[in-house]
């Protein structure tokens, strides 16, 4: 077994599980991967996500770290009152000094999916350790429920825009099995098109904090499921070609027909080849 | 603070149930008064605060725990592996500060359940430990932190697993009163593991599998939900899977074979059956049990079913867990 039970801060109260390759000692040039909580889900991510990524990258030779926020999962809440987004960058610094002691690595790369791929995202801005971010259908923006909202309803719209071609949406929607209220909530909101201020707000703060964030000269995977609103979420920040003002570092997927937490075999099967493929091709061994 | 409640008041029910739920959980509602200890963590007074308000206006419960049972200073953590090398298992023992002697084995159910319950798990694990018990809580084979694929696992294996963590417990800690916790299909496996025993002191059956049929009609209920996406508009194709967790052909067979009703163990040890909603199986098999075991006590609460709601609900069955607690605490002072 290659994996190690651990107590990862300096105040033993965050768990976490140090994944190391099996066959082969550790390469220090190579960054460690830390898998941050999705939400409340605790360190095994959805439908345990993270436990196969840190497996599959162990086999390719990656260290990897899988742990639970205070409060989170198993680890004990903290002794002072820090915001969340404070206390949880500042425990992923604690948790790479943490490694660095452990194995010699000095290099991180942060993966984390909704909630986690925002404070990856923070981290990275704030740490220059952080050489990679693996963003798995990043949420949550600013914590705003107007701003999240107003992307689901119109990752909503998309989905009903899509179904305009399908046979089987038209026979549901006249059989009565379709959310009528629903779909003339989507309808509306999509007709009186205006953002509120607290929408716009978001939208500036999360459009700085993004432009700070392409701009830093690490490795990106951005990881998104078509059914997810995380699409939404960028081109609504961005604006709607987002995606060709990235530059080269910067590696978008979209997973055909997968929801938010990848909740089918096939769907996280193909999550943990996506990054599996993405993590070899940035840090390639004796690169 | 009126704000907040102004602002509330303009969105719809389930929305405003959620956001409170989550605001209480950042801690921008005001905790109740006097679960906040100066000084103390701020985790610790809103889970005191998830408890105590979990409890009010409801007569039957017993008195919820101070905060400072849940304070972090009650009790250290030690991760660790056993089970052997072939078949490694993750567990997670907390340590009381002021140890009554007695260890406390916590059973998970099964598939997405897990997850669904890991955090009131946890709360209880907490509670128990600030309470004087060594507790453990652990990862059957195949899931959570353990080794192995999900696909692999099976009944017999897990029962195994109980053994295993028992052993674990009882040589880590120098203990020897062990008392098993079980939730759903856990429970129904801790109950197996406890008839086959004769040092189990005690044993909580938190709403057990009584009938593998209902089990299996229930999966098969969400494997039909599951296809449908959240506009309710698409129809996805069918999937062996439920809710991710592929369950083989063997797993399906071993699952429909639970029948507590007619296989019911000849001894037992003090036993506690909980049931937190409507279960009629349930209801029967306890009325049925407590007529053989004369020391199974059991106890229908009204209470939130954790393993049908999701992480993100942040819902912590208080009741239940307390009712848990102050039985264990009768049973093994």
Known sequence: MNEYPLLLDASRALVGIMTCPPRQPVDPARPAIVLLNSGLVHRVGPNRLYVAVARRLAERGFVSVRFDFSQIGDSLPRPDSLPFQQSATAEVSEVMGTITERTGIHSFCLMGLCSGALISLATALADHRVVGTALLNPQGFFDSQEFFGHVATLSEGRIYAQNLLKLDSWRRLITGKTNYRRLGETLLYRMRGKRSEEIAAVVDKAHTELDAFFALDIQVLLLLCEHDRSIENFSEILGSSWHQQLGKNVQIVTLANANHTFSSPVHLRQAVEEIESWVKRCWPPGG | ?333
């Open chain 2, 1 to 333: 603070m009126k704000d907040i409640q102004d602002r509330l008041a303009n969105i719809s029910p389930d929305k405003r149930e959620l956001l409170e739920k989550m605001l209480k959980y950042k801690g921008i509602l005001r905790l109740p008064e006097g679960s906040a200890e100066q000084g103390d963590a701020a985790g610790d007074s809103k889970i005191g605060c998830v408890l105590n308000q979990a409890t009010e206006g409801q007569e039957d419960v017993e008195a919820p725990p101070p905060p400072s049972s849940l304070a972090r200073e009650t009790q250290t953590l030690d991760p660790f592996h056993f089970g052997g090398a072939a078949r490694t298992l993750f567990g997670l023992l907390r340590r009381p500060q002021q140890a009554r002697g007695v260890g406390v084995v916590l059973c998970y159910p099964h598939a997405h359940e897990y997850i669904r319950c890991h955090r009131s798990f946890r709360e209880l694990g907490r509670l128990l430990a600030g309470y004087g018990y060594h507790v453990l809580s652990f990862d059957y084979y195949g899931t959570g932190d353990s080794v192995g694929v999900y696909e692999d696992g099976s009944l017999s294996g897990w029962c195994d697993d109980i053994t295993a963590a028992i052993a674990a417990l009882k040589e880590r800690a120098q203990l020897q009163h062990i008392a098993l916790v079980g939730m759903r299909l856990g429970a129904t496996l801790a109950l197996r593991v406890a008839a086959q025993r004769s040092d189990i002191d005690a044993l909580v059956l938190w709403d057990p599998i009584v009938s593998g049929a209902n089990l299996h009609a229930e999966l098969a209920s969400i494997r039909e939900l599951q296809r449908v996406d959240a506009t309710r508009q698409r129809v996805a194709a069918p999937s062996s899977d439920v809710l991710c967790y592929t369950i083989t052909p063997a797993m399906w067979d071993a699952l429909l074979e639970i029948d507590l009703l007619h296989l019911m163990p000849r001894t037992m040890p003090p036993s506690l059956v909980l049931k937190t909603g409507k279960d009629d199986a349930l209801h029967q098999f306890a009325e049925r049990a407590r007529e053989t075991w004369p020391t199974l006590d059991y106890n229908s609460i009204d209470d939130v079913q954790v393993w049908l709601r999701e992480p993100y609900e942040l819902v912590v069955p208080a009741r239940t867990i307390i009712s848990i607690l102050r039985w264990i605490e009768r049973r093994l002072p």
